[in-house]
């Protein structure tokens, strides 16, 4: 490649990167069902179909190289309620992955870090002799909390609940249960480290006033029920 089209690519690029996102009021956006005012998904998403089915709140951005979808694939007629749900004011990292088909919903100033993977669908392997991919997969709705934070890598399988302004840990993997507002959720697979009691506090306290991040004490055992 010439210097001359190595920087003619690079100034195109460049450029896209400006001024590609999906913004509010363009022909791209008018094919969501919702999408708010000041929200923008940044160039270049990964994969987005099924934008009939997506709602998206005003003033929320989303990461380049992100993966939003409805159904299996493009051009199916997935009913007359959005699959997808996102409130306003909501930051989701880059090369995150939220994929529907059933139910999505993540509520208000939702912030997620870098490639996070949120799925309300999961393959079955009851059958033994049938390869896991070839069996028939079971649908259960996720819904996030309003002022949750997702740490990056976190995986939020089917059937998981979070409360209001829960936290993720970096990593964590989330199974299906209902998780109580102000939990800290992390490790393989994610339990509760840190909750909030209105009359006790923090529980394990934080050491020296710091982040509730930061465990003094063995953590409380895990609340959602086992799968």
């Known amino acids: 490649m010439s210097r001359l089209t190595s920087w003619m690519v690079r100034t195109a690029w460049s ?34 179909f099924g934008e009939a089915w997506i709602e998206i709140g005003a ?8 993966t939003l979808t409805a159904g299996f694939v493009p051009g199916l007629d997935l009913g007359p309620e959005p699959l997808i749900r996102i409130g306003g004011g909501c930051a989701i990292g880059r090369g995150s992955h939220v994929v529907a088909h059933k139910s999505i919903v993540v509520g208000d100033h939702v912030f997620m870090g870098p490639y996070v ?23 259960d709705p996720v819904r996030v909390g309003s002022g949750t934070w997702i740490g990056a890598n976190a995986v939020i399988l089917p059937g998981v609940t979070l409360g209001r302004n829960c936290v993720v840990a970096a990593s ?16 393989v697979p994610g339990r ?8 006790a506090g923090w529980l394990p306290p934080l050491r020296g006033g710091g982040s509730p991040h930061t465990t ?3 953590p409380p055992e895990s609340t959602p029920p086992e799968v």
């Open 15 to 48: 450029w896209a990167r400006r001024k590609a996102d999906i913004r509010y009021g363009s022909r791209a956006a008018a094919r969501f069902a919702a999408y708010g005012e000041g929200t923008s998904i940044a160039f270049p998403p990964a994969t987005i």
């Open 192 to 199: 509760v480290v840190r909750r909030y009691d209105p009359e």
């Open 59 to 66: 003033h929320t951005l989303l990461g380049g190289d992100i």
């Open 172 to 187: 964590s993997v989330v199974r299906p249960g209902e998780y109580p507002d102000h939990s800290v959720i992390a490790g």
């Open 117 to 139: 993977y949120i799925t309300d669908q999961n393959h079955v392997y009851t059958d033994p002799e049938t390869p896991v991919g070839g069996q028939w997969p079971t649908d």
């Open 216 to 218: 003094s004490a063995s």
